[in-house]
C-alpha cells in the first residue's frame, strides 16, 4: 500500500461522488485538507466485520469487494464498490461498527474519511450537513429500488442486464473474457456460479453467444430488446432515478 496527497484530481473526483455532490467545493477541500489516498498494488483487507467504524471510505479507482461469512465459514460477496462510490458511512454514524468485510482489488485508489475529520468539518456545519444527510436518503432509496428490481428478475434477466451494463459502460467490449471470474459476477447479481453458467448458455436467443470463457454479444441491438422487455435501464437512466 502506498500513499500520495489529494489534488485537485482527486478533488474532481469526489466531488462527482454522491454524498459531497451538494457540498461547496471550498468545503470539500477542508474536508480532504491534509488527508492522502491509500493505492493498492494487491488485493488488501481494509476492514473485518465487528471492527470498529473510524471513518468512511470512497473509491476513485478500482473496486473493493464487500463480503459476508456464510453458516458453513464462507465468504459470500454482498457488493462490489466501484469509482466514485462511497461506503460504510451508516456504519460510522449509526452502528459504531462494521457489519461486513471489505476487500480493496489490486489497483484500487481509496480516500479514506475518518470520524474525526467528519465531526469537526461537517457536523458544525448545519447546511452541509443536511446536504449530506439528503445525499444518503437518496442514495439508500436508489439502493432499495434497486435490490427490489434485482430481486424480482429470472438468472437469465439479470446476466443479461449485467452484460449489457457492462457493455454500454465501456468496461468491457462486448467480446473475449469477462472483466471478472464468473464466482465474483455471480455473487454481485445474487446468482451462484453454477445459475450463471447456465444462463450464459440460454441467452443465445438474446444475442449472446458463449464458448468456454469467451463471451460475445453478437447481436447489441437483440440484447437490448431483450433487456427492454424487462424494463432495464440505461446508466443515464439510473442516475436520473436517484436523483
Known amino acids: 500500500m ?6 485537485q484530481k482527486e478533488l474532481q473526483i469526489l ?36 471492527d470498529e467504524a473510524d471513518g468512511f471510505f470512497v473509491v476513485l479507482e478500482g473496486e473493493v469487494h464487500l463480503s459476508a461469512l456464510t453458516a458453513e465459514g464462507a465468504q459470500s460477496l454482498v457488493r462490489i464498490v466501484e469509482r466514485e462510490e462511497s461506503f460504510a458511512e451508516a456504519a460510522m454514524l449509526g452502528l459504531g461498527k462494521f457489519p461486513i468485510n471489505a476487500t480493496a482489488q489490486p489497483g484500487t485508489v481509496i480516500a479514506k474519511v475518518p470520524k474525526k475529520t467528519f465531526e469537526e468539518k461537517i457536523i458544525p456545519d448545519t447546511e452541509a450537513s443536511l446536504h449530506l444527510l439528503s445525499a444518503l436518503i437518496q442514495r439508500q432509496q436508489y439502493l432499495i429500488r434497486e435490490i427490489k428490481v434485482l430481486k424480482s428478475l429470472s438468472p437469465c434477466q439479470r446476466v443479461a442486464s449485467y452484460l449489457l451494463a457492462i457493455f454500454e459502460s465501456q468496461e468491457w467490449k462486448g467480446h473475449g473474457a469477462l472483466p471478472r471470474c464468473k464466482q465474483v459476477i455471480a455473487g454481485h447479481i445474487g446468482i451462484d456460479p453454477a445459475s450463471f453458467s447456465r444462463a450464459l448458455r440460454r441467452l443465445e436467443d438474446a444475442g449472446i453467444v458463449c464458448e468456454g470463457h469467451e463471451v460475445l454479444i453478437k447481436d447489441p441491438e437483440k440484447l437490448r430488446r431483450y433487456c427492454a422487455d424487462f424494463g432495464y435501464l440505461s446508466d443515464q437512466e439510473k442516475i436520473l432515478m436517484s436523483a
Request: aromatic fraction near 10%; charge should be neutral.
Open 2 to 7: 502506498r500513499h500520495q496527497p489529494i489534488g
Open 15 to 50: 466531488s462527482r461522488v454522491v454524498i459531497f455532490s451538494q457540498l461547496p467545493g471550498k468545503l470539500l477541500a477542508e474536508l480532504f485538507d491534509k488527508l492522502s489516498v491509500s493505492v493498492f498494488d494487491e488485493s488488501t483487507i481494509l476492514f473485518l466485520a465487528g
